[in-house]
């Protein structure tokens, strides 16, 4: 019930496709009602939540298709493909998507762990993405941020208050464990991802990036694989590519793209493009419909 409740509350704030800010910071509503392919997005930390149809999400070759039974929790920035290739007027996408503060989430890991409290255990393995079923938990805090969308004063007032209530809802369920590892004290690998993501444009190799984290160049690579799938240097090939193609799929032009993330040579990123997306970049932008939900 509480899953239509919210469904009810996007439908009201949202008469059309897209995505809408709510006035609670990181939080944004979304709805479609046609398909969209897969397509190159780049996903900060954040959580996506669907109350009604459903999502694919692919990371280096993995698939996550969830609907409204689990979450998808992405708690450092990822290179994806996204879309909604599901997606009809029959059966309609509504959903939540909540970006992750990491300083909030790191301050409540934090807590967590002084408090001494039994906290759950991880099960199986996840890397750079876990889908987590709902709890009540989750699901009773989600729907209190919710409804602060239809009262600004509320939102204003309780806004803060009901987004650490959900964060911390994230952290005790099942998506916990995987969450504090990356939001906990000493986690190198997170930190050296959000420094990477924010200078794309800025020439980057290994030895930096294990230098920035505090560990040999081996372990380091290592670490970095078991934690995202990818090699530290193909992951920063992949932000960079999907970064240039969001742009490209745009409308910036392939040289601005290029230039944007870092790519001095052309020649070298329409190489590289074409060898990720299959087509030269100015090629698949004409492709490209208008971007829907990503």
């Known amino acids: 019930m509480s899953k239509h409740q919210i469904r009810q509350i996007i439908e009201r704030a949202m008469p059309a496709d897209g995505m809408v800010e709510t006035g609670i910071k990181g939080v944004q509503l979304f709805r479609a009602t046609q398909s969209v392919p897969c397509a190159p997005a780049v996903y900060e930390p954040c959580i996506i939540a669907i109350v009604s149809g459903g999502k694919e999400t692919v990371l280096d070759g993995e698939r996550y298709v969830y609907d409204s039974s689990e979450y998808l929790c992405c ?6 493909e996204a879309g909604t290739p599901t997606t009809s007027p029959d059966n309609p996408l509504f959903g939540v998507y909540i970006a992750l503060d990491p300083r909030l989430m790191s301050e409540l890991a934090f807590e967590m762990d002084a408090a001494g409290g039994q906290l759950p255990t991880a099960k199986g393995s996840a890397r750079g993405i876990r889908l987590a079923g709902w709890d009540e938990m989750f699901l009773d805090s989600l729907l209190r941020l919710v409804r602060l969308v239809e009262n600004p004063t509320d939102s204003a007032v309780l806004g ?3 987004l650490r209530e959900l964060y911390y809802a994230i952290l005790k369920g099942e998506a916990g464990p995987f969450a504090r590892q990356a939001f906990g004290p000493g986690n190198a690998i997170a930190r050296s991802i959000a420094h990477v993501s924010s200078r794309l444009d800025a020439s980057v190799n290994i030895d930096d990036m294990a230098a920035h ?9 290592r670490k970095f694989k078991a934690a995202t799938t990818m090699s530290p240097i193909q992951f920063v090939k992949s932000m960079r590519l999907n970064n240039a193609a969001m742009k490209i799929a745009g409308g910036m032009t392939v040289s601005e793209a290029a230039l944007d993330v870092g790519y001095i040579s052309a020649s070298q990123f329409s190489r590289e493009f074409k ?3 299959g087509q030269p970049p100015r090629q698949w932008g004409t492709a490209q419909q208008p971007a829907a939900v990503r």
Not at 75 to 80: A, E, G, H, Q, T
Not at 213 to 221: I, N, P
């Open 75 to 80: 708690p450092m920035s990822m290179p994806v």
């Open 275 to 277: 060898r990720m997306y």
């Open 213 to 221: 984290a505090g560990m040999s160049r081996a372990v380091f690579h």
């Open 160 to 162: 803060d208050a009901r």
